[in-house]
């Protein structure tokens, strides 16, 4: 069982129709992850798991302005739940450091967004969760290495309405990337 608080402010870069909306976009959320993990005798360095995870978070996107525009800043909710299957290296318990890995490979396979300003839901499609881990770690601290990409397929248009125009909305094609470097404490 996994569980994590984040929150972060991120560059972020949209292309309305070739105009740049680029800005700084702040995300706050939670993730929950459960595995099963099975142990092959035959990779006694490696054991196999499968889990699922879900992971809300709320995005707040700032007012700016496009060209002599200005463009009401927003939030977004999105929830989604995504299978997974992985490998990470198993633990010695030797008194030294050791390398280790992580990974698993999923699918975004249920994902609901809520924008707040026009009250519109909608369902990206599926999309590929990869996430890597490469470090080392001693008998109780870690570095390590971090990537992680969460991707999405656009929605289907739904229509919004913002008195007095009715108009077509849908979350295009979205990707997040993470890189980072982990510590952690084990006891």
Do not use: C
Request: hydrophobic letters at 40%.
């Amino acid at each position: 069982v996994r569980a994590e608080l984040f929150g972060s402010r991120v560059d972020y870069f949209a292309d309305l129709g070739g105009l740049d909306d680029s800005n700084v976009t702040d995300y706050l959320g939670l993730r929950g992850e459960y595995e099963v993990m099975y142990e092959p005798d035959t990779l006694p360095r490696t054991s196999l798991y499968a889990g699922i995870g879900t992971r809300f978070f709320v995005r707040s996107i700032p007012d700016i302005t496009i060209g002599p525009v200005l463009v009401d800043g927003y939030q977004e909710s999105w929830w989604t739940f995504y299978p997974y299957l992985g490998a990470e290296t198993r633990r010695t318990m030797k008194p030294e450091w050791e390398f280790f890995y992580r990974w698993h490979l999923g699918l975004t396979a249920f994902t609901r967004e809520h924008i707040a300003s026009n009250d519109v839901t909608l369902f990206p499609r599926a999309g590929v969760v990869v996430i890597s881990e490469l470090g080392f770690r001693g008998p109780r601290w870690q570095i390590s290495f971090y990537t992680e990409v969460m991707a999405w397929s656009p929605s289907r248009r739904v229509l919004a309405y913002d008195a007095p125009f009715v108009y077509q909305v849908n979350q295009p094609e979205s990707i997040n990337t993470m890189l980072g470097l982990k510590t952690g404490f084990s006891y």
